[in-house]
């Protein structure tokens, strides 16, 4: 897709591009088994990864979403200094506590992310839809802005999308999962596309492909199809050929034309096959 131009979306003056790089392939967060997170940590280095960047960032994907990590941090080194190409970090610190989580914060601020998004683990254990809040969200949001970000909030929960809006909190953007099998999303995809549809905030959609359960095809297609203009789909990559591949299928969804995807043949299809 490098001779094409990405749709972008604008958060508080960054210009990001609709499709997100993902990193849970990247770092050996495999959500299939414990076997496969381990290969994915044995095979990933920072040279690795740091190719597969290069690829995306010039089919115009231009942000990436990472918890604060020293693998990527030393990836994202790579990828600029081969490319002269600026990756916008969006850091999803964690955290027991709140203060933990403001450690975070600190660490995110250091590396340079432009966003910084409280992950999900920390998100979805202070929401309390009864009470229409999210504890200690104002003091956290306080924090990632003097230090100088754009705060956001990470959620596998579309209430918490909910609950930010109607609190009106200081909140920029949202991740939330989606995909066409429900995989990690809190109720039907049909409510969870129409809690991102009604908020008025881009929302970044994770879990396009269900974690390599969903074709690249079927889950971006769904994705981009179930959302706002403003919108973005972030999508983990293992390798360059995934890269380039997707930034295909995107670049066919975006001009609204079925991608010409490379169908993997085995003999149980040999009587689908043109003959």
Avoid at 77 to 104: A, F, N, Y
Avoid at 158 to 179: K, S
Wanted: proline fraction near 5%; hydrophobic fraction near 40%.
């Amino acid at each position: 897709m490098s001779d094409r131009i990405m749709p972008t979306t604008s958060i508080e003056g960054h210009e990001i591009g609709r499709l997100v790089i993902g990193t849970n392939w990247f770092l050996g967060h495999s959500h299939v088994s414990a076997a496969k997170s381990a290969w994915i940590r044995r095979y990933q280095t920072a040279e690795k990864v740091a190719n597969v960047l290069e690829i995306c960032s010039a089919g115009g994907m231009n942000a990436l979403v990472a918890p604060v990590d020293a693998l990527m941090t030393e990836a994202i080194r790579l990828h600029e200094e081969r490319t002269g190409r600026h990756l916008v970090q969006i850091l999803t610190p964690g955290g027991e506590t709140t203060e933990e989580l403001m450690e975070g914060i600190d660490e995110a601020a250091e590396l340079g992310a432009e966003f910084c998004l409280p992950h999900t683990s920390w998100t979805d254990a202070r929401l309390n839809v009864a009470a229409n809040e999210i504890d200690d969200w104002p003091r956290v949001a306080g924090r990632i802005r003097e230090r100088g970000m754009v705060p956001g909030l990470s959620t596998h929960r579309p209430e918490a999308i909910v609950v930010g809006d109607r609190a009106g909190y200081d909140i920029a953007t949202y991740i939330q999962p989606l995909n066409p099998i429900g995989f990690l999303c809190a109720v039907e995809t049909d409510w969870v596309a129409g809690i991102i549809n009604r908020t008025e905030k881009p929302v970044i959609c994770i879990k396009p492909l269900a974690a390599g359960r969903v074709n690249p095809p079927t889950g971006l297609g769904f994705a981009f199809t179930s959302i706002k203009p403003i919108d973005m789909v972030c999508i983990g990559l293992l390798c360059q050929e995934e890269a380039e591949e997707d930034l295909d299928i995107v670049g066919q969804i975006f001009d609204s034309r079925r991608a010409p995807v490379e169908l993997q043949y085995t003999r149980s299809k040999a009587s689908l096959a043109d003959r």
